[in-house]
Nanobody
Framework: QVKLVESGGGLVQPGGSLRLSCAAS????????MGWFRQAPGKEREFVAT????????VYGNSMEGRFTISRDNLKNTLFLQMNGLKPEDTAVYYC?????????????????WGQGTRVTVSS
């Protein structure tokens, strides 16, 4: 199983931007479908975006498309999430997740590798 470590979270004002990173190790990152999920306080985990091993096959969750961009660099074993136009409702802990293969999954239950999360707070 690939090991994942997120970074890049923090406090940002509404309308601001953040770029999250997820560094992978101990596995064949380029063979994994990767995803971003988030969990706000008191809420269920929510799908944010997913990308296939080649960097295509991208799907976004509701309200993310147009503001968030998922990408990956297989040479650097790193997954990214560029978040623009952040809103207070985007406040959450953001997790990257991975699953070996190409099949499209948007449920967190289908991903076997998870990072520890990085906290994003959108507030003035």
């Amino acid at each position: 199983q690939v090991k994942l470590v997120e970074s890049g979270g923090g406090l940002v004002q509404p309308g601001g931007s953040l770029r999250l990173s997820c560094a992978a190790s101990e596995g064949s990152f380029s063979a994994y479908r990767m995803g971003w999920f988030r969990q706000a306080p008191g809420k269920e985990r929510e799908f944010v975006a997913t990308i296939n091993p080649a960097g295509s096959g991208i799907v976004y969750g509701n309200s993310m498309e147009g503001r968030f961009t998922i990408s990956r660099d297989n040479l650097k074993n790193t997954l990214f999430l560029q978040m623009n136009g952040l809103k207070p409702e985007d406040t959450a802990v953001y997790y990257c997740a991975g699953r070996l293969g190409w099949t499209l999954y948007t449920s967190g239950a289908d991903y076997g590798s998870w990072g520890q999360g990085t906290r994003v707070t959108v507030s003035s």
